[in-house]
């Protein structure tokens, strides 16, 4: 082989190297644009994603096959939904843009319930985390929490004492989970346990998830005083595992969008019920 022939087959090889990084680089972009606009949306259909980024069905759906085994989102028929369903939980990115205003109201509401100088345990939720954005106007106040978006948010305020439960990292919940967080809950004890679920029957919460649902339990029999704090989408609902019984909980907090057909069922079987006004 020539000099030039040399040279010639390193550029094509460094050529298709390039080519391929390249290609990999485009496809991670459009799967990461594909999942926000199903979080935005809720529910796509697969012909609208191919239509929408100018790919095949085919594409689409080893595109959507990727973005599930990372727990993004979940493939339906004909389509893809980051909503929730009673045997899978939406994805940290969809939860935190949902029922916004309704989850600031009960946070409102749930910060009023505790004492200044007081502990209060917050689980991964995203109603626990908009409890974590007033908590300081009952500050001083030790938390304990599993969330990592709710460490950052209270990291850098001086009133607030902060112990972060350890555990295995999930990226889907941006939590820590399993055995060593379980763990480290069992070691503490709170006045306050503030928790939400994915959803609430008559008697019962409930979440999709089984690690969940250990932690969440493990911060129950911790804390002093168990607020349960969940929007009105939640009520009416069940899904896979039982968390705990309603009447193991000393508050319910709900906000006033819920109907209030379902929120007289809730007063029906639970004494305390509050709600908290938009």
């Known amino acids: 082989m020539t000099v030039k022939s040399r040279i010639r087959a390193v550029q094509e090889k460094v050529g298709a190297q390039v080519n391929a990084r390249q290609h990999i680089s485009g496809r991670s972009a459009r799967r990461q644009e594909m999942a926000e606009h199903i979080v935005r ?3 796509v259909s697969v012909t609208e994603l191919a239509e929408s980024f100018a790919v095949s069905v085919m594409t689409v759906h080893r595109d959507l096959d990727e973005l599930e085994r990372q727990g993004m989102v979940r493939k339906v028929r004909g389509g893809v939904t980051a909503q929730a369903s009673n045997v899978w939980e939406s994805n940290i990115a969809y939860r935190l843009k949902a029922h916004i205003a309704e989850k600031d109201a009960i946070a409102r509401l749930v910060a009023g319930l505790i004492e200044p100088g007081s502990s209060v345990m917050l689980d991964d939720s995203t109603t626990a985390l908009a409890v974590a954005g007033h908590l300081a106007e009952a500050a001083p ?3 304990v929490t599993n969330f990592l978006e709710a460490i950052r948010l209270l990291a850098g305020n001086p009133d607030i004492r902060l112990i ?3 555990g295995e990292y999930h990226a889907t919940h941006d939590s820590f989970l399993g055995l060593g967080c379980v ?3 069992d070691a503490v004890s709170t006045d306050v346990v503030v928790v939400s679920t994915s959803a ?3 008697q019962y919460a409930f979440h999709q998830e089984q690690e969940i649902v250990l932690v969440k339990r493990a911060m129950l029999r911790s804390g002093g005083r168990r607020i349960l704090a969940v929007d009105g989408s939640k009520l ?5 595992h039982r968390v ?8 319910i907090v709900v906000d ?5 057909e379902l929120l007289q069922r809730l007063r029906d079987h639970h004494a305390n019920v509050q709600v908290a006004q938009l």
């Open 41 to 43: 949306q809720g529910s």
């Open 141 to 143: 106040l030790t938390v």
């Open 164 to 166: 972060a439960l350890g």
């Open 183 to 185: 763990e480290a809950v």
């Open 200 to 202: 609430v029957s008559d």
């Open 236 to 240: 009416a609902r069940v899904a896979l």
């Open 244 to 251: 705990a019984p309603l009447a193991d909980f000393d508050v």
């Open 256 to 260: 006033s969008n819920a109907p209030h």
